[in-house]
Nanobody
Framework: QVRLVESGGGLVQSGGSLRLSCAAS????????MGWYRQAPGKQRELVAS???????NYGESVEGRFTISRDYAKDTMYLEMNSLKPEDTAVYYC?????????????????WGQGTQVTVSS
């Protein structure tokens, strides 16, 4: 069983920065992707950023150029550096892990979610 634990959320003023962390534990497949999603009240959950070892990071359009995702593969930890934060970035941010087949790299086998961490940006 894989467990994901987020940390680093909080309250910040518009234009400020925050860094989120997600630590994964358990038996994790080699071929995986980790990512950040967010959900604001009354809205659908959306992709913020994702990263896998064999591909370039992928960012949501609204955060491109402001947020940076990184991974420490040795520690199974993922980070999200958020700069130039805006009030519309306010949401619960969720860590996500997707595990893929070693033979068919695009075949999703398992998916896990963290409990979420609140990010609030005041104007």
């Amino acid at each position: 069983q894989v467990r994901l634990v987020e940390s680093g959320g909080g309250l910040v003023q518009s234009g400020g920065s925050l860094r989120l962390s997600c630590a994964a534990s358990g038996s994790i497949f080699t071929f995986n992707a980790m990512g950040w999603y967010r959900q604001a009240p009354g809205k659908q959950r959306e992709l913020v950023a994702s990263a896998r070892r064999d591909d370039r990071p992928n960012y949501g359009e609204s955060v491109e150029g402001r947020f940076t995702i990184s991974r420490d593969y040795a520690k199974d930890t993922m980070y999200l550096e958020m700069n130039s934060l805006k009030p519309e970035d306010t949401a619960v941010y969720y860590c996500n892990l997707q595990e893929y087949s070693s033979v068919f790299r695009d075949r999703l086998l398992y998916e896990y979610w963290g409990q979420g961490t609140q990010v609030t940006v005041s104007s």
